[in-house]
Each structure stands twice: as C-alpha cells, then as structure tokens.
C-alpha cells in the first residue's frame, strides 16, 4: 500500500533494528503515517483522537465525517534468517490485538465516520505464502474472513513485513465504495477495480 510502504521505504534502515528483534514499532509508524498522509493533503490530520468507545492513532477528516486509524505492529514467531530467534506467544501478540482493535472498528464507529485497522505482521520470509502461514493459525480463518488487503514490502533479500489493511467500516460491515474515502483507498494502493480484485483473491485463497 502506497502510504505504508513509502513510509517503511524511507526508514528500511532504522526500522531494521526493530524487526530483527521483534520489536514493537507503533509509535514510530503512527508519526510517520500521518506525516505522509498530512503531505499528501488530507486535512486535519491527528493523533490519539477519541471516538466512541476507542482512541484512534490517526484520524482525519473525510466528507462529512472522520476517518479513524488503528494501527498494531505484531510481532510473529518462527525462525526467519537474519532475525532474532525469538519466542512470542500468538496469543498475546496477533490473536488478543486483532479481537481487541475489530470489536472496536467494527461496532463504534458509525456513519458518517470510517474505520480502518492496518496491521503490519513481522518478520515474514520473503519468499512465503502468507495466507497460508496465517490459516494454520486457529484464528486465521477469521483474520482472513475479513478480507484484508495484504501487501509485502520487503526489509531485505529475505526478509519482509506483511501490512494487512482491514476496512474500511462503517456501521458494523465492510464498505466497498464510502463516501469521502476513495481518494484515501486509491492514494494507499490500488484502484476501486483493484481493491475488489485484491479481495476477491484473498477470498479464494481463503476458501482452497
């Protein structure tokens, strides 16, 4: 996604740090981001902002309304070459953020407000496939049944961060075309036509 990987991109090496210890980096990516998306015009563009029942690391306005970002950086398991290896419980790391963030995403925010999740899973082989990595999960069958744009963007020749974008919702469902956001969807990735082909894959992944 254009935003999230112009971002990585610009601080692959400081950021480098941070993955090969499995180390959390929220606090630099939510600076980031809403610097790039303030550069790239959208207006009214915070941090931390409050919405019912939640506390969005970006916000920023769109038609009529707010767009409100939550982002998590989690930390996977698994030996991948050149990275710590490292034991993190799925539980506490993936599992118990993506219930927490979707309760919130899906069922507080209500129109004319957007909500979207992007979760940047790391490290991930490069060379993995990722959707099915995340179906032996015992969650991944619901992760993945939200349909998620996935983009990943590599660290090194073997090494990569998976961005998993969720959303956006809009009165407890996924909204294909929301009023005031297609400029935002586009500007992050793809096309309207895009968008739904990239889901329709993620789909038929999902049910192999």
Do not use: H
Not at 12 to 28: D, P, T, Y
Not at 171 to 177: F, K, N, P, S, T
């Amino acid at each position: 996604m254009r935003a999230i990987e112009t971002v990585i991109e610009r601080g692959r090496g400081a950021l480098w740090i941070a993955v090969r210890q499995r180390a959390s980096f929220e606090g630099w990516l939510k600076l980031e981001l809403a610097y790039e998306l303030e550069t790239a015009g959208f207006r009214e563009v915070r941090l931390e902002e409050a919405y019912r029942g939640g506390r969005a690391d970006i916000a920023f306005e769109i038609d009529g309304g707010r767009c409100y970002i939550e982002l998590k950086t989690c930390p996977t398991r698994g030996r991948v070459r050149g990275v710590y290896d490292i034991k993190r419980s799925l539980n506490k790391r993936v599992k118990r953020p993506f219930y927490e963030v979707m309760e919130r995403v899906k069922k507080l925010i209500n129109t004319p407000d957007i909500g979207l999740f992007i979760m940047l899973l790391f490290p991930v082989d490069l060379k993995a496939n990722i959707i099915s990595k995340i179906r032996r999960w015992k969650f991944g069958d619901e992760l993945l049944g939200e349909r998620p744009l996935m983009k990943m963007i590599k660290m090194t020749n073997e090494v990569s961060i998976t961005v998993l974008l969720f959303g956006p919702y809009q009165d407890g469902r996924l909204v294909r075309e929301p009023e005031g956001l297609r400029g935002f969807l586009s500007g992050l990735s793809f096309d309207e036509g895009e968008i739904e082909e990239a889901r329709k894959l993620s789909s038929a992944e999902v049910g192999r």
